[in-house]
């Protein structure tokens, strides 16, 4: 069964850097989409990155671009979020999320079908 | 960037009711709406996707529309279960957003 696992949160100082690591297991790594989708405190969702299935496009939410990266490693079924210069605002659960390969559904299926289970950042001096 | 716009933010129901949530995009999103619901502590769950495909293992109680830029989510017979947070999605542009969130009470 698909299975995503959110790890690397934690408490950081502002203007400090920290990486957090989503596990995937259960699917082919290398054909999905993957998401970064965030929730600070008692707020709504917050979309903050995508990166393509091979890993050659992505995008960012305002917000972060700039001090994000999203990455992947195919060899260790593993997404990246890279945050540095970090603020106060981003303080939040971080959740990784994917994409359904479209192929499997005719294309329409734009979504994020499966999500781990988040991992807190707490920014804070 | 393309604003959805759900109402109501907060809506009281009893267990039974037939009740609706509207997602409004501010621009043509075509039919790129997802539908998710996420209860405290947890992770969203896929509930609808192309703003009227039921996710599979999705109860058929629920069931999602679109008149232009407007959407609906409809639970045709609330459980004790769909006590939660909805929120709609857009995919039909980067950055991707979402709804600002819908919490279902109890009443």
């Known amino acids: 069964q698909v299975q995503l696992v959110d790890s690397g949160g934690g408490v950081v100082q502002p203007g400090r850097a920290l990486r957090l690591s989503c596990a995937a297991s259960?699917?082919?790594?290398?054909?999905?989409?993957m998401h970064w989708v965030r929730q600070a405190p008692g707020k709504g969702l917050e979309w903050v990155a995508v990166i393509s299935y091979d890993g050659s496009i992505e995008y960012y939410a305002d917000s972060v671009k700039g001090r994000f990266t999203i990455s992947r490693d195919k060899s260790k079924n593993t997404l990246y979020l890279q945050m540095n210069s970090l603020s106060t605002e981003d303080t939040a659960v971080y959740y990784c999320?994917?994409?359904?390969?479209?192929?499997?559904?005719?294309?329409?299926?734009?979504?994020?079908?499966?999500w781990g289970q988040g991992t807190l950042v707490t920014v804070s001096s | 960037d393309i604003q959805l716009t759900q109402s109501p933010s907060f809506l009281s129901a009893s267990v039974g009711d037939r009740v609706t949530i509207t997602c409004r995009a501010s621009?043509?999103?075509?039919?790129?709406l997802a539908w998710y619901q996420q209860k405290p502590g947890k992770a969203p769950k896929l509930l609808i996707y192309a703003a009227s495909t039921l996710q599979s293992g999705v109860p058929s109680r629920f069931s999602g529309s679109r008149s232009g830029t407007e959407f609906t989510l409809t639970i045709s017979s609330l459980q004790p279960e769909d006590f939660a947070t909805y929120y709609c999605q857009q995919l039909n542009s980067y950055p991707i957003t979402f709804g600002q969130g819908t919490r279902l009470e109890i009443k």
């Open positions: 259960g699917f082919t790594f290398g054909t999905n989409a």
């Open positions: 999320a994917r994409s359904p390969d479209l192929a499997s559904c005719g294309g329409d299926c734009y979504s994020l079908d499966y």
């Open positions: 621009q043509g999103i075509s039919s790129y």
